[in-house]
């Protein structure tokens, strides 16, 4: 299995954080990040490595996993 700790990032925000930065509810990024977890898993077996880069992708755009739903539509 590739080691994806060398592409996390390094300033990876809190769901809090992501919340504030985006306006949206915690209980809207929390689910997000349920979600994103569970999508994340296909690369990683790792649930911190997977729960990190779901929310690297939450704090760049808080929609990227209901985008990614439409997207294999």
């Known amino acids: ?3 994806f700790k060398k592409y996390l990032n390094k300033k990876t925000l809190t769901p809090e954080q992501i919340a504030k930065k985006h306006s949206v509810s915690l ?3 929390n689910k997000a990040i349920k979600k994103g977890i569970a999508v994340e898993h296909e690369h990683t077996k790792d649930t911190s ?3 990190e880069i779901a929310l690297d992708h939450l704090g760049e755009r808080p929609d990227y996993y209901a985008k990614l739903d439409k997207a294999k539509l």
């Open 1 to 3: 299995m590739q080691n």
């Open 27 to 29: 209980d809207v990024i």
């Open 49 to 51: 490595i997977a729960k």
